[in-house]
């Protein structure tokens, strides 16, 4: 049976969180948040209460509670139940027991504030700054992940969808436009479906039944975390369909890959040629400094990319036209068909036009390899392939003793996975044909990453 309250109950409960290491207790000694007060209340622009009325909610436990949100992935909901439910949120944001909580409603209204004042990438920049001042450098790399806050899905027709996609405001009256939501996106999340009784399947089918697809509609909250001190360097919002990583600017993302490059390059990796990416600015930028190589854009996230802006019944004429440079036998042709692409698509499909133009020298780059090669270079499914092998192999034991365990077990699918690239022809490349690549010949490249020529020896094309 419970025994009456005691005065100093919630004091104890208090100290025996901080005995435990309140991780949020040591954020609040490392970062001074009334630094962002001023900020806050420019983005705001409050007016002033002299007058009356009900006093709004301070800005800077406001903020906290989007910290919070970015650190441990909540949405508007979960946020608002667990400021109610945890003590240690309730001390993060100087709340009492008997303090007003913000409810979902308002907590999205003040990240919307943020979001259109153009403030919230200007008051995590502050936040890195400050850690900074204090010593928390970003030191050892970035954590790199986003979770999606779901929003109420929008019943619209065609016409408003296509609208809303080529960036026009449908005509709607001024008390149904507050009601539409245009920013918020569609994605896919992907998830695990648990076992359940009956026959066993094999192969493709097994895998497909495991794999669960749910679309999600909302936003994503994309963070930075550092590796060494676990604190947040930078947060924004957008909407569910951004790619995580590339997100997050270019200047930190770069810094992050210029550093785990030259460790690589440190331990032995050597004549690179080619790097395959997805399309990320950082990358790009560290490939071309560190190993002065070629950079490919994954063709096949390119072609999604591609054919978000033709449109649902224009997708299968639009694939066809690009698979035309694809299939030329050398580079410069299929520079100059990529361009009649794009000039046969420029009338109705400006916006694809533009992309094509943009993105034209990134995703051909490895026609300038030899033929045999580019069915394995153009994109990462070998990557991501393997990635999946990795994932799946690391799921079954579930649980390592320590990291050495799981390192014996990744450099053993690796070695295993390394001689069958090697040895089954069908597989990857042969050795043989990655010969006439090495160092001391000359390979053509493109012109923003062209190695010095060498009159002594003869030019491979």
């Known amino acids: 049976m419970a025994g009456q309250a005691g005065l100093f109950d919630l004091q104890d409960r208090y100290a025996e969180l901080s005995k435990s290491g309140d991780p949020l207790e040591r954020l609040l000694s490392v970062v001074d948040f009334e ?19 009900r006093p709004p909610l301070d800005a800077v436990m406001m903020f906290k509670i989007l910290v919070l949100q970015a650190l441990y992935g909540l949405s508007d909901e979960q946020a608002e139940y667990q400021v109610r439910d945890r003590l ?16 979902r409603t308002t907590i999205w209204l003040f990240r919307e504030a943020l979001v259109t004042a153009g403030a919230m990438e200007g008051l995590f920049a502050r936040f890195d700054a400050d850690l900074k001042e204090r010593g928390y450098f970003a030191l050892g790399g970035q954590i790199i992940d986003a979770s999606i806050v779901e929003a109420p899905r929008q019943r619209l027709t065609r016409e408003e969808k296509r609208q809303i996609r080529d960036g026009e405001d449908p005509p709607w009256p001024p008390a149904k436009a507050r009601q ?20 066993t399947l094999d192969g493709s089918e097994a895998r497909m039944v495991e794999g669960l697809l749910i679309p999600a509609f909302g936003y994503k909250s994309h963070i930075t975390i550092d590796r060494r001190f676990r604190l947040i360097r930078r947060f924004i919002v957008t909407d569910a369909a951004r790619h995580d990583g590339a997100q997050l600017g270019t200047s930190e993302a770069e810094t992050f890959w210029t550093e785990f490059l030259r460790k690589l390059k440190r331990r032995g990796l050597a004549g690179v040629k080619l790097v395959i990416s997805d399309a990320h600015e950082g990358i790009k930028a560290a490939v071309s400094k560190v190993f002065r190589a070629t950079w490919q854009r994954c063709r096949v996230h390119f072609m999604r990319n591609a054919l978000a802006h033709a449109g649902r019944s224009g997708r299968r004429v639009v694939s066809a036209f690009i698979a035309t440079a694809f299939a030329q036998d050398n580079a410069g042709a299929a520079k100059a068909q990529w361009r009649q692409v794009a000039d046969q698509v420029r009338p109705k499909l400006p916006k694809l036009a533009a992309l094509l ?80 690549l090495r160092d001391d010949l000359v390979l053509t490249l493109p012109t923003a990453a062209t190695w010095p020529s060498r009159p002594d020896l003869p030019e491979t094309r």
């Open 180 to 199: 539409k939501d245009t920013q918020a996106r569609w994605t896919v999340k992907r998830g695990r479906v648990k076992a359940k009784p009956g026959p």
């Open 357 to 436: 133009d943009e993105a034209g020298e990134d995703v051909l780059a490895f026609m300038t390899f030899p033929k045999e090669h580019r069915a394995k270079i153009h994109s990462t499914n070998p990557l991501e392939r393997l990635n999946g092998e990795i994932k799946r192999r690391t799921e079954i034991v579930g649980i390592f003793p320590n990291e050495a365990a799981i390192t014996r077990l990744i450099g053993a699918i690796l070695l295993e996975q390394n001689d069958e690239w090697a040895v089954q022809r069908a597989r990857y490349m042969t050795l043989e044909t990655i010969a006439p």
């Open 88 to 103: 240690s949120f309730m001390r993060f944001l100087g709340l009492g027991l008997g303090d007003r909580v913000p409810d």
């Open 35 to 53: 630094v962002f007060r001023p900020t806050l209340d420019a983005a705001l622009g409050r007016k002033d209460r002299s007058r009356g009325g």
